[in-house]
């Protein structure tokens, strides 16, 4: 983008923030971003707490065949994506958590 944004550019996610600390203010905090790069978008991010991702997902309406399951890390790390409107921003929700090593069998190491 050749211009600078202002504050007021970013009211929409912004706002979409305020209204989820009134409506959900009980559910578990994540880490917020809100970018000049994409002005219209909300992101909430919750690191290593996938239980925290579905809270939000469930209470936000997002439907369960909606979320993008992949892995990263070789494989270590989960991450789960979706993205619902929202007061008129795109709220982006990204879940990551550890991939459990497999149990081994017979007690094998």
Do not use: C
């Amino acid at each position: 983008m050749n211009e600078s944004l202002t504050l007021d550019d970013l009211a929409a996610p912004l706002r979409a923030l305020r209204l989820l600390a009134v409506d959900f203010g009980h559910l578990p905090a994540p880490d917020v971003q809100v970018s000049t790069i994409y002005p219209d978008r909300l992101e909430l991010t919750f690191h290593r707490n996938l239980p925290d991702f579905e809270t939000w997902r469930e209470a936000l309406g997002v439907a369960p065949d909606a979320v993008v399951y992949r892995e990263q890390s070789d494989g270590r790390t989960r991450v789960l994506k979706a993205s619902a409107d929202y007061a008129g921003t795109t709220l982006e929700l990204t879940g990551y958590g550890d991939v459990r090593a497999p149990e081994l069998v017979g007690g094998a190491a």
